[in-house]
T-cell receptor, first 108, second 113 residues
Framework: KNEVEQSPQNLTAQEGEFITINCSYSVGISALHWLQQHPGGGIVSLFMLSSGKKKHGRLIATINIQEKHSSLHITASHPRDSAVYICAVRDYGQNFVFGPGTRLSVLP | DSGVTQTPKHLITATGQRVTLRCSPRSGDLSVYWYQQSLDQGLQFLIQYYNGEERAKGNILERFSAQQFPDLHSELNLSSLELGDSALYFC????????????FGQGTRLTVV
């Protein structure tokens, strides 16, 4: 069993749809990061969470420490949101452990 | 622009050779992380440096080594290269060690032929 799992693996949505990507982890963590990897390969850090909820524009990230689960929501999705979204956790040794990623395609 | 600079962007080299990848962290960030992303493996943590000292080690091969210099830039050295070392190599920097935002470079795409 992987330490960090994501669902779904692949997701195709129509422009304007509300999207949810889930991440569950099995290790104790000091923080959880959501990353976005563009088709060209570049990685952008979207959120760092250790509790609660954060919002940047159309993106919302939540974490439930007790349930070891986090969600990334995209409201009013747009084709430019098409990317791979990666959940990464920092364990207490400060190592990053990455999920396998969710490939999102938003169709116009 | 994350503020993290990686050079070169692309590198093609032959098996058995040695290459050096360079990472300049964001201004003020003391910690540098190196990651490998191969087609079939996803992102794998290799090694972390904090203020010049090795802080954590992940799945880094013995053929690979890294260091962080007094000006905080870091280099990842890959030697005796094999075809399977072909991957994207990313570095990221954080200000501190715990619970701080991570900023990623654009990556170096290494192709071993």
């Amino acid at each position: 069993k992987n330490e960090v799992e994501q669902s779904p693996q692949n997701l195709t949505a129509q422009e304007g749809e509300f999207i949810t990507i889930n991440c569950s982890y099995s290790v104790g963590i000091s923080a959880l990061h959501w990353l976005q990897q563009h088709p060209g390969g570049g990685i952008v850090s979207l959120f760092m969470l250790s509790s609660g909820k954060k919002k940047h524009g159309r993106l919302i990230a939540t974490i439930n420490i007790q349930e070891k689960h986090s969600s990334l929501h995209i409201t009013a999705s747009h084709p430019r949101d098409s990317a791979v979204y990666i959940c990464a956790v920092r364990d207490y040794g400060q190592n990053f452990v990455f999920g396998p990623g969710t490939r999102l395609s938003v169709l116009p | 622009d994350s503020g993290v600079t990686q050079t070169p962007k692309h590198l093609i080299t032959a098996t058995g050779q040695r290459v050096t990848l360079r990472c300049s962290p964001r201004s003020g960030d003391l910690s540098v992380y190196w990651y490998q992303q191969s087609l079939d493996q996803g992102l794998q943590f290799l090694i972390q440096y904090y203020n010049g000292e090795e802080r954590a080690k992940g799945n880094i091969l013995e053929r690979f080594s890294a260091q962080q210099f007094p000006d905080l830039h870091s280099e990842l050295n890959l030697s005796s290269l094999e075809l399977g070392d072909s991957a994207l190599y990313f570095c990221a920097s954080t200000q501190g060690v715990t619970n701080t935002e991570a900023f990623f470079g654009q990556g170096t795409r290494l192709t071993v032929v």
